[in-house]
């Protein structure tokens, strides 16, 4: 006949003592998983709201109007002439 052993009797707690868990690396994973998620989203809702609010057209004033109080004199005054394109 085979002799069989039976298997000690584990304490629990000294377990858990000399074995680390998973739970704290699942769970910092989970809050930067969150937080990087949460940036990307910002980027996107950013890049949105500039891209509707840019404009299609690109302006510049006159040289000459910035030194004037009057549309009529900044138009007398003007040196470059005024330039409007679209944007490439």
């Known amino acids: 006949m085979l002799e069989n052993r039976t298997a000690p009797k584990a304490d629990e707690e ?3 003592k000399y074995y680390r868990t ?24 950013i890049g ?3 891209n509707q609010h840019k404009g ?7 040289d000459g109007a910035a030194q004037v109080n009057d549309p009529n004199d900044a138009i007398i005054h003007s040196t470059t002439g005024h330039h409007v394109g679209p944007k490439q």
């Not at 809050?31 to 989203?41: K, P, Q, T, W």
């Not at 299609?56 to 006159?62: A, C, K, V």
């Open 48 to 50: 949105r709201y500039m």
């Open 22 to 45: 998973n739970k704290s690396a699942i769970l910092l994973g989970g809050i930067l998983a969150v937080i990087f998620l949460g940036i990307v989203i910002m980027m996107i809702l």
């Open 14 to 16: 000294q377990l858990h």
């Open 56 to 62: 299609q057209y690109l302006t510049q004033g006159d």
